[in-house]
């Protein structure tokens, strides 16, 4: 069966540190991938997606990054944080059939102190 | 650029009481439709989608939905709500062609009272 790892569920890091947050999958081949934040009382806002190894689409300016080193990992990363970085952060993927829909990872609540 | 709007922040209800939570999206092509449940500090879950075909989707836990293609709408429906269905509810919209990117709304609070 499809299932989708995210880690860590919470983190608190301060102003100015690193930020790396990872994502995997299973059961699936060739997953296009999405990085979501959900800030509070706002609704889902597309961050970056990725339709292969080394392709990476951004969809909003910022102080974020990712990367996607193999076909099922996805990685969220920040060298410095910003107070504004904090929110919700949702991995998600589709496995590229039109029936299916996409799956999300249980989240990780980043405050950035 | 596609949008979504959902209607209501929050709708609080009596439990065995019916609920609708609207929702309209905007876009110049064709769409998918989701709806999607948000406990407390969890993932989302998928309710129900439209793909294509029948207008009323019916997804997990009792929802249902339906397209409205002149409205621009997709409304979820659920006959008798239970206290579990206390959540965050959230419609979402897919271009199709954009790589299955999502859309959402803001989200609808539904709090179910005893």
């Known amino acids: 069966s499809q299932t989708i790892h995210q880690w860590p569920a919470t983190l608190v890091q301060p102003v100015g540190s690193p930020l790396s947050l990872e994502c995997t999958v299973e059961?699936?081949?060739?997953?296009?991938l999405y990085w979501y934040r959900q800030a509070a009382g706002r609704g889902l806002q597309l961050l970056f997606y990725s339709v292969g190894i080394g392709q990476i689409s951004s969809e909003v300016p910022q102080n974020l990054s990712a990367s996607r080193p193999q076909d099922r990992q996805f990685i969220l990363s920040s060298k410095k944080l910003l107070l504004s970085d904090s929110g919700f952060y949702l991995c998600a993927f589709f496995s590229g059939d039109v029936n299916t829909e996409a799956f999300f990872g249980q989240g990780t609540r980043l405050t950035v102190v | 650029a596609q949008s979504v709007t959902q209607l209501d922040s929050q709708v609080p209800v009596f439990e065995e009481a019916p609920v609708e939570l609207r929702c309209n999206y905007s876009s110049s092509v064709s769409v998918y439709l989701f709806w999607y449940v948000q406990y407390p500090n969890q993932g989302l879950q998928l309710l129900l989608k439209?793909?294509?075909?029948?207008?009323l989707v019916k997804g997990i836990n009792g929802f249902e939905a339906e397209f409205n293609k002149s409205q621009t709408s997709f409304h979820l429906r659920k006959p008798s709500v239970h206290i579990s269905d206390t959540a965050e509810y959230f419609c979402a919209v897919s271009e199709q062609g954009s790589n299955y990117k999502l859309t959402f709304g803001k989200g609808t609070l539904l709090t179910v009272n005893p």
């Open positions: 059961g699936t081949s060739n997953p296009n």
């Open positions: 439209y793909l294509s075909g029948s207008t």
